[in-house]
């Protein structure tokens, strides 16, 4: 059974930083390309980020102050956020495809954790 629990979320101000954690079980997750995701209520889900065989991806709008990365000893992926802004807000969601090639396209990505809410106020 295929598992991806977020953690890490949390009410912070503008400037600040935040680490999103995702552990995963159920599948080879040295293997998986790993992603994260946001969403804001009315809005498709957003990427933010991915990290595969092929290396690793993020959006315009986070890179510089958003790094992914991974420990596949812990079969841990992790969003480090910094220069966190109010349009960051939204709930994160972790994603995996058993796939090596980066995806950007929610489709992509088979399995889905419930999500991790971050909120930042100016």
């Known amino acids: 059974q295929v598992q991806l629990v977020e953690s890490g979320g949390g009410l912070v101000q503008a400037g600040d930083s935040l680490l999103l954690s995702c552990v995963a079980s159920?599948?080879?997750?040295?293997?998986?390309?790993m992603a994260w995701f946001r969403q804001v209520p009315g809005k498709d889900r957003e990427f933010v980020a991915a990290?595969?065989?092929?290396?690793?991806r993020h959006a315009d709008s986070v890179k510089g102050r958003f790094t992914i990365s991974r420990d596949n000893l812990k079969n841990t992926v992790y969003l480090q956020m910094n220069s966190l802004k109010p349009e960051d807000t939204a709930v994160y969601y972790c994603?995996?495809?058993?796939?090596?090639?980066?995806?950007?396209?929610?489709?992509?990505?088979?399995?889905w954790g419930q999500g991790t809410e971050v909120t930042v106020s100016s």
């Open positions: 994603a995996a495809r058993t796939y090596s090639n980066l995806e950007e396209t929610p489709g992509a990505y088979e399995y």
């Open positions: 159920g599948f080879i997750f040295s293997a998986a390309t």
């Open positions: 990290h595969g065989w092929a290396g690793d």
